[in-house]
């Protein structure tokens, strides 16, 4: 079992529309989560962390996080073209972040 | 532009080469990564620093690589007797622990093709 999974897409939604993004991983004793954004050819670019459950909005963007069901989604509302990247979700225990593979979204106009 | 700086950002060796890659983090974060990243993988560990000390060395990292951040402040990553294996994006990343809170921000990268 991979630490962090995703799906890795890719998750196609139409301009305007909510897109949401799961992410689920195996270490119970993980205390901070985090949303990156990657473009083609460039380095992850921090959209969102969040550290206990419940929901955090910021924006567009709003993290949800349930640790008993070891889940974090991300879901981006009014979704644009300039969204279409791949999100990698990282968890951190202490201090190394362990990434998922990715899931890739595109935002059709 | 997060404030952590690559050098270089694209080296073409030849298997068999050293390579040496530098990495600037923001300047008051007192904690170093570096990952690396292939393509449709997300980044992986290899090492991290807490100010000049190298707190761990993930089993990625064969003992052709080798790091240092000798005044706790930039590092460097040296990659010996390159195979082409090791071309991917190699990651910096910085940090400023506050509390329980360590948010880690990412430099460009140094894309690595080996020959």
């Known amino acids: 079992q991979k630490e962090v999974e995703q799906n890795s897409g890719p998750l196609s939604v139409p301009e305007g529309a909510i897109a949401s993004l799961n992410c689920t991983y195996s270490d119970r004793g993980s205390q901070s989560f985090f949303w990156y954004r990657q473009y083609s050819g460039k380095s992850p670019e921090l959209i969102m962390s969040?550290?206990?459950?419940g929901d955090k909005e910021d924006g567009r963007f709003t993290a949800q996080l349930n640790k008993a069901s070891q889940y974090v989604s991300l879901l981006i509302r009014d979704s644009q073209p300039s969204d279409s990247a791949t999100y990698l979700c990282?968890?951190?225990?202490?201090?190394?972040?362990?990434f998922g593979t990715g899931t890739r979204l595109k935002v059709l106009a | 532009d997060t404030g952590v700086s690559q050098d270089p950002r694209h080296k073409i060796t030849k298997r068999g080469q050293n390579v040496t890659f530098r990495c600037d983090p923001i300047s008051e974060h007192n904690r170093l990564y570096w990952y690396r990243q292939t393509l449709g993988q997300g980044p992986e560990f290899l090492t991290y620093?807490?100010?000049?000390?190298?707190?761990?060395k993930s089993r990625l990292l064969s003992d052709r690589f080798s790091a240092e951040r000798p005044k706790g402040s930039f590092s460097t990553l040296e990659i010996q007797r390159t195979e082409q294996g090791d071309s991917a994006m190699y990651l910096c990343a910085s940090s400023l622990r506050s509390g329980t809170t360590d948010t880690q921000y990412f430099g460009p990268g140094t894309r690595l093709t080996v020959l």
């Open positions: 969040i550290y206990s459950n």
């Open positions: 990282a968890v951190s225990g202490t201090y190394k972040y362990i």
């Open positions: 620093f807490q100010n000049e000390a190298q707190l761990e």
